[in-house]
């Protein structure tokens, strides 16, 4: 993951095996700003908010599953196209960091969230080294993704980061690669592994 600032850039699974990595220096271009990218080939394309009138999803005729759902086929803006919709919304803020922007540059896959700060809880390597205060902000964090039907795929103390202090502190799971719609049993067993852990 490539970090600067509030800015946080993930690479494609390419660049992780030691395929060529993006040679835009990211402190010198925003996110947020598409009229100028001098070191970028072309303005890379961002995700902005799509208009439901522009979209025709037939929920009756899927094309497949996967981890995160179904895909079913549908149109945008009158060009057909497999849809997966995935309520974000819900988890946003109180259990993963809040989605800001994301695209694509050159050829990378780029998602840009708020930053978690202060973040990792330093010298906790298991659940059990966490305070009982964040341990119970963590679980409930946790919880609120369990009710949506998901599981973490990935618990570990590092993917948990803490934001804020106070009452207004929160607890924010990072690294779901691994997190999929879970059966009631899997998500069970996920909290129980926190108590255990």
């Known amino acids: 993951m490539l970090c600067d600032g509030n800015f946080f850039a993930t690479a494609s699974n390419s660049a992780k095996t030691g395929a060529r990595k993006p040679q835009f220096p990211l402190q010198e271009w925003s996110y947020s700003d598409t009229s100028r990218s001098p070191h970028l080939e072309a303005s890379p394309t961002l995700l902005k908010p799509v208009i439901s009138s522009a979209i025709d999803v037939d929920y009756q ?10 895909v079913v086929l549908g149109s945008v803006k009158g060009t057909s196209a497999a849809i997966k919709l995935v309520d974000l919304d819900k988890l946003q803020s109180d259990t993963i960091a809040q989605l800001l922007d994301g695209g694509l ?15 990792l809880v330093l010298n906790g390597r298991l659940f059990k080294d966490l305070t009982w205060d964040d341990l119970a902000l963590a679980k409930r964090s946790l919880g609120r993704m369990h009710a949506m039907g998901w599981i973490h795929g990935d618990l570990q103390v590092s993917n948990v980061l803490f934001s804020g202090d106070g009452e207004g502190r929160r607890a924010l799971w990072i690294d779901l690669e691994d997190a999929r719609v879970g059966t009631e049993e899997e998500r069970d067993d996920e909290m129980r592994y926190m108590e255990l852990r």
């Open 61 to 70: 005729n899927l094309l497949g599953r996967s981890s995160t759902g179904g």
């Open 105 to 119: 540059i050159e050829g990378y896959g780029m998602v840009a969230t708020a930053p978690i700060l202060p973040g």
